[in-house]
Nanobody
Framework: QLQLVESGGGLVQPGGSLRLSCTASGFTLDNYAIGWFRQAPGKEREGVSCISSDRRSSNYADAVKGRFTISRDNAKNTVYLQMNSLKPEDTAVYYC????????????????????WGQGTQVTVSS
């Protein structure tokens, strides 16, 4: 099965930036839609951003619009989440997820839509 590994998390001050990476091993991501999700303690998993396999379609949760940017480099088998102007409420474990779809434009912020998940990377925004 497809394995995904997130990296790039850490501790950052409010207003700072982080760049998360999601890299696939044992498979290529060319034909997979990718979603970023996050989960804070005591809260449900929340869709953050997603991107279609052809890179032409992307969506963002209202809470991160204008601050986060999703991108993918299929040649590197990697998807990125650039996070700017970070806020304490962004603190969570961030997960990358992937789903193969018979179509190049599909993506979703609905977690059950995805088949494969990484183990997560912790992002902490604190002064």
């Amino acid at each position: 099965q497809l394995q995904l590994v997130e990296s790039g998390g850490g501790l950052v001050q409010p207003g700072g930036s982080l760049r998360l990476s999601c890299t696939a091993s044992g498979f290529t991501l060319d034909n997979y839609a990718i979603g970023w999700f996050r989960q804070a303690p005591g809260k449900e998993r929340e869709g953050v951003s997603c991107i279609s396999s052809d890179r032409r379609s992307s969506n963002y949760a209202d809470a991160v619009k204008g601050r986060f940017t999703i991108s993918r480099d299929n040649a590197k088998n990697t998807v990125y989440l650039q996070m700017n102007s970070l806020k304490p409420e962004d603190t969570a474990v961030y997960y990358c997820a992937a789903r193969a779809f018979l179509g190049s434009t599909w993506s979703s912020l609905y977690a059950p839509s995805y088949h494969y998940w990484g183990q997560g990377t912790q992002v902490t925004v604190s002064s």
